[in-house]
């Protein structure tokens, strides 16, 4: 069965530092993924798409890293700012499957503290 | 500006009552989607339609229904025969042809049972 596990559930980090969020997946074949962030009460919106060929990519603040052969993706938010607190979700896509059938992670909630 | 629009934001049920939930874009996408998001758990998809007259089950179908009449339009009705029925509802459309995993979403709507 196709699983996307996100670690932590949540986290609290003063603003102006860094950290990382994990995503491991199970999805075979392997297609894409993206990291959507939502805002509290707000619909998700995408950050940033890594593709199979792909290992970092940059979106600002935010870079996003994939390693395919262990399954594993992070993003990761420099400087925070009061504005990151969101979640943030991990969704993978499988190849030759429809967008009907992507596989989204529970989300990790982020909250930045002055 | 090209986006989804979802209404109404909020929405109080008693119970035993239907409710629909509208959802326009004007993105001139062909899919659209409709996804329950439950505290700590992934989106869930209800019911999708990737063209105009035709829709497909989710895998939480039970208790929803949608019709497709317009291109531009896919609301959501939530039944009497849906046991638990209060939760964030998120619209989303995207390129049919696409399995980018690239979903434009709604701002929500979050119905709660009385």
């Known amino acids: 069965k196709n699983q996307v596990e996100q670690s932590p559930q949540s986290l609290i980090i003063l603003e102006g530092k860094n950290c990382t969020l994990q995503c491991n997946y199970t999805v075979s074949p392997f297609s894409n993924l993206r990291w959507y962030k939502q805002d509290t009460g707000r619909g998700p919106v995408s950050l940033t798409i890594?593709?199979?060929?792909?290992n970092t990519k940059s979106n600002g603040r935010y870079t996003a890293t994939l390693d395919a052969d262990t399954k594993q993706s992070s993003l990761h938010i420099t400087a925070s700012q009061l504005s990151d607190s969101a979640s943030y979700i991990c969704?993978?896509?499988?190849?030759?499957?429809?967008?009907?059938?992507?596989?989204f992670g529970k989300g990790t909630k982020l909250s930045v503290i002055p | 500006d090209g986006g989804i629009t979802q209404s109404p934001k909020y929405l109080f049920r008693k119970e035993g009552q239907n409710v629909t939930l509208s959802c326009e874009q004007n993105?001139?996408?062909?899919?659209m989607y409709w996804y329950r998001q439950d505290p700590g758990q992934g989106l869930r998809l209800i019911y999708y339609s990737q063209i105009v007259n035709d829709f497909q089950k989710g895998d939480i179908a039970e208790g929803y229904s949608v019709s497709r009449e317009k291109k531009e339009s896919f609301p959501l009705t939530v039944t009497s025969a849906q046991k638990n029925p209060t939760a964030f509802y998120l619209c989303a459309s995207s390129k049919r042809e696409t399995n980018t995993g690239e979903l434009f979403f709604g701002e929500g709507s979050r119905l709660t049972v009385l």
């Open positions: 993105l001139n996408h062909d899919a």
């Open positions: 890594m593709t199979f060929s792909e």
């Open positions: 969704v993978v896509s499988a190849l030759g499957a429809g967008s009907y059938q992507l596989t």
